[in-house]
């Protein structure tokens, strides 16, 4: 399996990945620790795909929309990043904040606006 097989398992496990300088961040369920012991085996690797992966232009835009938003305390509101987007009811395959499609497996959001909100948060320096 190779890196990029497993950031994608990792990701459908319930896993979130980020790159933090030479930290690889990983927050997600227990139960998908043996993905997470994969992914130390691999993290040089893994570190190298999530920077290719953080230079994406459709993460970029979605990132510099949604970073004035972040605050460095208290609760964080992150805003749909194109106007005009419905509520969820009357378009529930549809990304909650860009309209993209989504498939079944991601509740409100696509996988790159989910991408940006991880970046747009801990890039901020934000914790939880």
């Known amino acids: 399996m190779d890196v990029l097989d497993l950031i994608a398992e990792a990701r459908s496990s319930g896993l979130q990945l980020l790159a933090d300088g030479d930290r690889l961040v990983i927050r997600g369920p227990r139960a998908a620790e043996p993905v997470v012991k994969m992914l130390r085996n691999h993290k040089a690797e893994a570190l190298a795909a999530l920077a290719c992966e953080a230079n994406d232009p459709q993460i970029a835009w979605r990132v510099a929309i949604l970073r004035p938003y972040v605050r460095p305390f208290g609760p964080i509101w992150l805003p749909p990043v194109r106007p005009g987007i419905k509520s969820l009811r009357d378009a529930p395959d549809r990304c909650a904040s860009c309209g993209e499609p ?11 606006c989910q991408h940006a909100r991880w970046q747009a948060v801990y890039g901020y320096g934000y914790r939880f």
Not at 102 to 112: A, E, F, I, N, S
């Open 102 to 112: 989504k498939t079944p497996t991601q509740r409100y959001h696509c996988l790159t």
